[in-house]
């Protein structure tokens, strides 16, 4: 079901030792698991390791045959909790979601897993959803890692350090009994590179053998007294065993020269943009190699105190690259010079901006302050004097070239929604609208304009807490998606709402799957899948929670039902939530599906209809109101070739899918009656034949007796 | 350093950035090249701006080591699949005149803020087109997204073709074609656009094309009309095409004696009025009431449109469903005026009338039903004049009249902006009524602005702002500045 198919990938997951494997990143580390004898897999989707439960969905086959299990996590948090399996037990576990908001959510599971330790290899793969191109906070997993002792791998971001760093995690994770987290930032989850693949390897322990042998231990279980242990078992055993691996196994990378009046260390994430920064400045080749001594922390935590010093010695300055605020690893190793008493001077956020990505012209900008400062008799003369060509200035281009947010794709069943909502808050005033995660976010762009504030996933009920005063004359709405409801949303939104009798309207969007993930599979799915328990229903759901006044909408391109429900949650005198259920079928998912299973029946001779709308020109007066309630990317403008005529006129593109959501805004809001409807009937059958011939004759009449008793313009291309 | 090749494609979600990029990855790899790919996925993919990422450099024993993301000034070749991004890519500094080669198709995708403005809020493609192509060391810039659909298939085809046609890359064009014929899906059609691309003349079709107006009809109706337009010679020569479309189209919209009409309106006008007034009278005497609608969607020539905007093969059948939502005020208005105003001044049968009528209704105009209610409501049209919404819209073109002339005698100017506020009307029902008041609002100031300089350029400014916005904000706040001159 999930947007993207991965099942002719993954059959390159079964490559032997030797063979070189192709592809992204999130393949590669796939493979990685595999060859590391993983006993079990779990995760939850997000941007940007969606794509990797994906992959591992498509891969289940092959990972069963190797006797892994793997499970789509119903959140982060049980995602995290799966890890629970490697406590007791040698297997080798991996989770994979995004950071933060994914750590975030399954930071109670990671804290626990943390203190009791492990016994099996326990990595959690985080999907860095951060710098240009995400959707979330922007925030460090760094934190999380330093909080709860658990060990932050950041490799080179090229597939062979990856994949060696999934084993590193694994066996790092076993030699200090500590989880270890694997950092890969959004861009490498979408690499495109190669490696020399390796055998995969079979569990030495799997799930079953464990099921089937069980065992306990009250040490590793976090209560009084064991916790206290766990917090100074940490420090004084596992830290230091953490270290000696990573010391002994060299894990953390040496470039450049040995000596050098300066030095530079930086996150392995980084290497690659660190290179060519200095490429560009003409102190490393195309290679990577490079006049500069460079420090790479393919671990970021925890550091090793006498790498740092031992690198710092004899320098007279460091230069720290990090992203993102605090600067954790530079105060790191500033205070582990300052205890070492070292005289080399440390610099990072300065040269650097103290937030926000490390892009390539910033790095770029950095280190050149940070070396005519520090080294200028290093800087090449094409660095000291750059022969760049002045910025051109284009004042009137930045005035013209419009924004271009995201927004819903052509035929979204979500659209109809906040079309309606508008017409809703146009007959009754505005409300406070709680926005949730997911697609149905983009209400709060052009040309809706609708929500207030977004506080985590599944929380948009929630976020509407505290606006439940019985005298006020008015609700608040909130939204949320079934991805959302089903991670979340039921008990933190829905069953607190019910539990404390708010009044406020909750709209949950229904759209067959986790749409903005990519569609992967949840409970309430439409489709059947082989592995997985759907078809549970949201409102058998809701109402098992307590809500009373339910409404289940089947088709959300209905706007005017959608705005008479709407307004009836906001009027009825009836007390406690008001749930609406608005579901109809992702289109893009159902496009992917449905397009060629159309196209086929149309060459098999099958009759089909293929509905697209259109607006007439003649009947449009170009005043846009249908834009400003649609936003399709398949409605725009045109002009037309009419002296009379000063503004374009709406205009249907090719790429409309028939939702008919335009023709429904026109009807609700009566805008106007430009709108229509044509259903192309492919291989139609003699009834239509016939029907069609007699209506054809019948109207041709009627058409040509008025055109005999007026004046007929037409226009002739000449 | 200079070893490494980088390109970068900015696009629109959904338009296939990634298939380009990946056939880049491909063809680089096929001559021998080692080449690293990113992409960001995800929400960027649902019709926001993305960008996709391609190094490479000649294969050795060494890997080199790649950058995952752009940095400005430092791309070698930049391929825009949309006008705006490639304006946008020249102000993030990825095209850079000392060594970017820019491909970029100049179709638009207009953005959102873009299409709900109530007037034109499109942004001006020359200007883009322009910059763009002063700020690259090499352009290829052309529509490449019509040649692609010509040919049946997608720009990321054409733009390949582009690619090719630059010769920023040094592969030769059979290694190209080598890579569209490995893909395995449309290749013939993506052949047909990549070729098309690469061989494109810009010549091709810069001639105007010129229309040649047909009439036909019924004898006596010809001779009328040939004498009627005959007229159109006694008018300043610079007006007399407006005035050609204005008759048209009100002969078209009624009869030949309305177009008298309205040849008599211009009439009483000062001759340096003529060009605008031709339009914006025509426009005010051709509104749009059910009439109108269900003539124009009961013609054969609409048929014709239609079957060709939805690519409807000849002789295949398609079925056509008509949006309608009447409403009282749209019954009231076609009935007779007397027992239109009649049941308008009754709130209770106005409310009732409402209440049986007030619904969408879905017309099938391929039907002979849907077909027949609508041809019988247009063959109403002798009977305009003596319908209610006809009253309405006489008086609102005398009072447009007679305000014209009023201003014409001592500022020409300012009756030519007057006239042209007729364009805040437009639409049905609330659209239509919100246009009404925003047309009564920007001539309420005439007063306030009576015996100024600046009146006309008043005027212009107050209805440029009323096309801003859908509410009025923009108007609300001008007028507040003219309202405060007094």
């Known amino acids: 079901m999930a947007e993207r198919s991965f099942a002719k990938e993954v059959q390159h997951l079964k490559i032997g030792a030797g063979e070189t494997f192709r592809g992204e990143g999130i393949l590669a580390i796939t493979k990685a698991l595999l060859e590391n004898g993983v006993g079990y897999?779990?995760?939850?989707?997000?941007?940007?390791?969606?794509?990797?439960?994906?992959?591992?969905?498509?891969?289940?086959d092959i990972l069963s045959d190797m006797g892994v299990h793997f499970e789509a996590s119903a959140s982060e948090a049980t995602a995290a909790a799966t890890l629970a399996a490697s406590v007791h037990y040698p297997i080798r576990g991996a989770v994979t979601f995004k950071s933060t908001v994914g750590t975030n959510v399954a930071s109670d599971a990671l804290a626990n897993l943390a203190s009791g330790g492990v016994t099996g290899g326990a990595l959690v793969i985080v999907g860095e959803d951060y710098g240009e191109g995400s959707s979330i906070m922007q925030e460090r997993s760094h934190a999380f890692a330093m909080k709860s002792q658990i060990w932050l791998l950041d490799p080179r971001p090229n597939l062979p350090s990856m994949v060696k760093a999934v084993g590193d995690g694994f066996a790092l994770s076993e030699a200090s009994n500590s989880p270890v987290m694997l950092q890969l930032r959004i861009k490498s989850c979408h690499l495109l590179g190669e490696f020399e693949a390796r055998e995969n390897v079979r569990p030495s322990t799997t799930v079953k053998d464990a099921l089937e042998n069980p065992k306990r231990d009250v040490e590793r279980i976090v209560l009084p007294p064991a916790s206290y242990l766990h917090e100074q078992e940490k420090v004084t055993k596992r830290l230091p065993a953490a270290i000696e691996y990573i010391r002994a196994n060299k894990l953390n990378e040496h470039f450049g020269p040995k000596q050098g009046k300066v030095g530079i260390i930086c996150q392995g994430g980084h290497y690659n943009g660190v290179i060519r920064a200095l490429q560009r400045l003409g102190l490393a080749n195309m290679y990577g190699d490079c006049d500069v001594p460079l420090h790479v922390l393919n671990v970021t935590y925890p550091l090793l105190d006498d790498k740092i010093i031992a690198f710092a010695k004899d320098k007279d300055s460091l230069f720290v690259i990090e992203e993102g605020h605090p600067a954790y690893i530079e105060q790191n190793i500033r205070a582990i010079l300052h205890k070492a008493g070292a005289r080399c001077a440390v610099e990072g956020k300065g040269p650097l901006p103290e937030a926000g990505e490390l892009t390539g012209q910033i790095l770029l900008d950095g280190l050149s302050s940070y070396f005519?400062?520090?080294?200028?008799?290093?800087?090449?003369?094409v660095a000291r004097a750059p022969n760049a060509p002045p910025q051109l200035k284009m004042p009137e281009l930045a005035d013209t070239v419009p924004a271009r947010p995201p927004s819903f794709c052509i035929g979204c069943p979500e659209r109809p929604i906040f079309a309606a909502t508008k017409l809703v808050e146009e007959e009754l005033g505005p409300h406070h609208i709680a926005s949730d995660i997911g697609c149905h976010l983009f209400s709060i762009n052009a040309p809706f304009d609708l929500g207030s504030t977004t506080m985590g996933y599944g929380l948009g009920p929630a976020s509407a807490s505290a606006f439940n005063d019985k005298s006020a004359n008015r609700r608040s709405i909130s939204f949320l998606g079934d991805g959302g409801f089903w991670h979340n949303g039921l008990t933190s939104s829905i069953g607190n709402a019910v539990f404390n009798e708010n009044d406020g309207v909750i709209i949950i969007v229904d759209n067959y799957y986790s749409a903005a993930t990519g569609g992967q599979d949840i409970l309430s799915s439409r489709a059947d899948n082989v592995s997985k328990s759907t078809q549970h229903p949201i409102k058998k759901a809701v109402e098992g929670m307590g809500v009373k006044?339910?409404?289940?909408?089947?088709?959300?391109?209905?706007?005017?039902?959608?705005?008479?429900?709407?307004?009836?949650?906001?009027?009825?005198?009836?007390?406690?939530?008001?749930?609406i259920i608005a579901s109809s079928e992702c289109m893009l998912n159902k496009q992917r599906r449905e397009k060629p299973l159309a196209k086929n029946a149309v060459s098999e001779g099958k009759r089909m209809t293929r509905t697209r709308f259109g607006v007439d020109e003649d009947v449009c007066t170009g005043d846009h109101a249908c834009i400003r309630l649609s936003g399709c990317p398949s409605l725009s403008l045109k002009t037309l070739d009419d002296p009379l005529r000063d503004d374009p006129v709406a205009s249907i593109d090719q790429n409309c899918v028939g939702c008919g959501n335009c023709g429904e805004v026109a009807d609700a809001a009566v805008l106007c009656p430009s709108f229509y409807q044509a259903d192309l009937i492919q291989n139609p059958s003699k009834i239509d034949r016939t029907l069609s011939e007699w209506r054809t004759k019948?109207?041709?009449?009627?058409?040509?007796?008025?055109?005999?008793?007026?004046?007929?313009?037409?226009?002739?291309?000449? | 350093m200079s070893d490494i090749i980088k390109l970068a494609v900015l696009a629109v979600g959904g338009q296939g950035g990634g298939v380009l990029t990946n056939w880049i990855a491909d063809l680089a790899t096929r001559c021998d090249y080692a080449v690293q790919m990113t992409s960001v996925a995800g929400v960027a993919q649902r019709t926001g701006a993305t960008i996709y990422y391609v190094e490479m450099a000649p294969k050795t024993d060494r890997q080199p080591v790649f950058a995952l993301s752009p940095s400005p000034g430092d791309l070698d070749i930049l391929i825009a699949a949309e006008l705006m991004e490639a304006g946008r890519a020249v102000l993030r500094g990825f095209v850079t005149p000392d060594r970017t080669?820019?491909?970029?198709?100049?179709?638009r995708i207009l953005a959102t803020s873009e299409k709900m403005v109530p007037g034109d809020g499109r942004a001006k493609d020359a200007l883009v087109e322009s910059e763009i192509t002063k700020a690259a060391l090499r352009s290829v810039c052309f529509d490449m997204d019509t040649l692609a659909t010509n040919a049946g298939s997608m720009i990321s085809a054409s733009l390949f073709g582009g690619l090719a046609r630059s010769g920023a890359l040094p592969f030769e064009t059979a290694q190209f074609e080598a890579v569209i014929e490995a893909s395995g899906r449309g290749v013939a059609q993506s052949l047909a656009a990549f070729r098309a691309a690469l061989n494109y003349e810009p010549t091709a079709d810069t001639f105007v094309k010129k229309h040649n107006e047909t009439v036909n009809g019924p004898k006596n109706l010809l001779s009328d009309w040939h004498a009627l337009s005959d007229q159109v010679k006694n008018f300043p020569s610079d007006a007399q095409d407006m005035i050609k479309a204005g008759l048209q189209k009100t002969v078209d919209y009624q009869d030949i004696a309305y177009g008298k009409t309205y040849l008599s309106h211009l009439q009483t006008l000062s001759p340096e009025l003529t060009q605008t007034a031709a339009k914006y009278i025509a426009n005010a005497m051709c509104y749009d009431d059910i009439l109108r609608v269900a003539d124009l969607k009961t013609r054969a020539s609409r048929q014709t449109r239609l079957r060709t905007e939805q690519d409807i093969p000849e002789g295949e059948i398609v079925h056509v469903t008509e949006y309608f939502h009447p409403r009282a005020e749209e019954i009231c208005g076609t009935l007779p005026a007397r027992l239109g105003a009649w049941i308008e001044a009754r709130?209770?049968?106005?409310?009732?009338?409402?209440?049986?009528?007030?619904?969408?209704?879905?017309i099938r105009t391929d039907g002979i039903i849907g077909f027949g209610a609508l041809w019988i409501v247009s063959a109403l049209k002798p009977y305009r004049r003596q319908l209610l919404r006809h009253r309405y819209e006489s008086a609102h073109l005398d009072r447009l009249l007679k305000i014209t002339q009023q201003s014409a005698s001592k500022d020409p100017q300012l009756a030519i902006e007057i006239l042209a506020c007729q364009r805040l009307i437009k639409g049905y029902s609330d659209t239509h009524l919100r246009g009404q008041s925003k047309f009564d609002k920007v001539l309420s100031v005439l007063d306030a602005l009576e015996g100024r300089e600046d009146a006309a350029e008043w005027i212009k400014r107050l209805r440029t702002a009323a096309l801003e916005d859908e509410k009025g904000d923009a108007l609300d706040g001008a007028l507040a500045t003219v309202r405060s001159f007094t």
């Open chain 1, 41 to 60: 897999v779990a995760g939850y989707q997000g941007s940007p390791i969606s794509h990797l439960m994906d992959v591992l969905a498509d891969a289940q």
């Open chain 1, 372 to 381: 005519s400062n520090a080294a200028p008799d290093l800087m090449p003369s």
């Open chain 1, 549 to 579: 006044w339910v409404r289940q909408i089947d088709r959300t391109y209905d706007v005017g039902k959608m705005q008479a429900t709407l307004k009836e949650a906001l009027e009825t005198p009836e007390t406690g939530p008001k749930v």
């Open chain 1, 698 to 718: 019948i109207i041709t009449k009627l058409q040509k007796r008025r055109d005999a008793r007026r004046l007929v313009f037409s226009k002739d291309l000449s």
């Open chain 2, 101 to 107: 080669t820019l491909i970029a198709s100049t179709h």
């Open chain 2, 347 to 362: 709130p209770k049968m106005f409310q009732l009338l409402d209440k049986l009528t007030n619904k969408g209704r879905r």
